[in-house]
């Protein structure tokens, strides 16, 4: 069996959105009990990551460790039509995760307790996002 | 067809495991002979990565850059709750993998020649961690 | 339904290919219309990623980033018997992907309109690299 679904989310800027719930809905409507859950985000710009889901901290010292590590208007990127965040929204792109495949068991997400999945937004501006989630199985 | 099974490792600390063998033996169990092999770490401080399978010193380079990279204890860190390897496991986690798909090929997953399925322990204390495998094919 | 294929590249040294069209023939060619197509390379110092695929200053971009987060011939390195981009090779190899999952949409890589996929030659010098990729679904 395969359930194929997508859903678009619209962002505030840089920043992260737990989407775990949208994800667990579409894998709850495939009756899919055993097999893997599919995420994937159709851009270059925004990205996943599976993070810890509880304390809000850790996803502000991502923020301060990703501005550290890919800095908004390096003068060394050539590619910064889009403004300063252009290039930089491509390196975390790169660095973290386009898509992502969770177990599903007992029809549910099998994630561990603290584990979240999380839509990235690396650009500064709103963007929409679309996300499809495919979910294959018995 | 699909098999789904799980193992826990017990770490010594931060650090690398070869799982490379407890995935072959969930995928020889399976009886699938073409299809894909998923592992999957239920943690946000403990992940995967394929690796270099020959010689340790890779690994101990690895650690010397995310050391380097992701630092224990920077003050910047609002996340050090559980200690100073708090923050930095999550952004290893992150930096690295939680899931990895691998092709089966003749019932075997189809490595390269230096290719091993390594878990990574981000935290510096011995943890319980818990994998998922899950082979789809036929 | 399940269709497993595999194609040799070789590089010219470190730089990005674009194999979107190598992948979308697979896909095509598999007859599955609904599902994932999986991408995997079998090296340890070659990867993958999913990159804009419009602009080439973005790739240039990335390999100044590269350079200066895991720079060849870092005297702390252990392992460089294959010479200063050996173990740089692995780093990249780790920070970036190497394997990649695209749903399959309408019997195509659903991706979307700036994301290509690349392979990433991490080594200095001419390699031949195998890809492997498996189409799952109906």
Chains 1, 2, 3 share one sequence.
């Not at 994800?23 to 985000?41: D, K």
């Not at 990551?49 to 590590?69: G, H, I, K, T």
């Amino acid at each position: 069996m395969i359930a194929q679904k997508y859903f678009q989310l619209s962002t505030h800027g840089r920043g992260s959105t737990n989407i775990t719930a949208e994800v667990e809905r579409i894998v709850a409507a495939s009756g899919i009990r055993t097999g893997l859950c599919h995420v994937f985000v159709e851009h270059t710009s925004a990205s996943l990551m599976l993070c810890e889901n509880a304390d809000p901290s850790v996803r502000r010292d991502l923020e301060y460790f990703l501005a550290q590590l890919a800095p908004d208007g390096d003068p060394a990127y050539e590619h910064s039509m889009e403004g300063p965040d252009d290039m930089a929204a491509h390196l975390r792109t790169i660095l973290t995760h386009s898509d992502l495949t969770i177990p599903v068991r007992d029809g549910c997400c099998a994630l561990g307790t603290w584990q979240g999945v999380f839509l990235l937004e690396h650009r500064t501006h709103p963007h929409q996002r679309r996300i499809t989630v495919t979910v294959q199985g018995e």
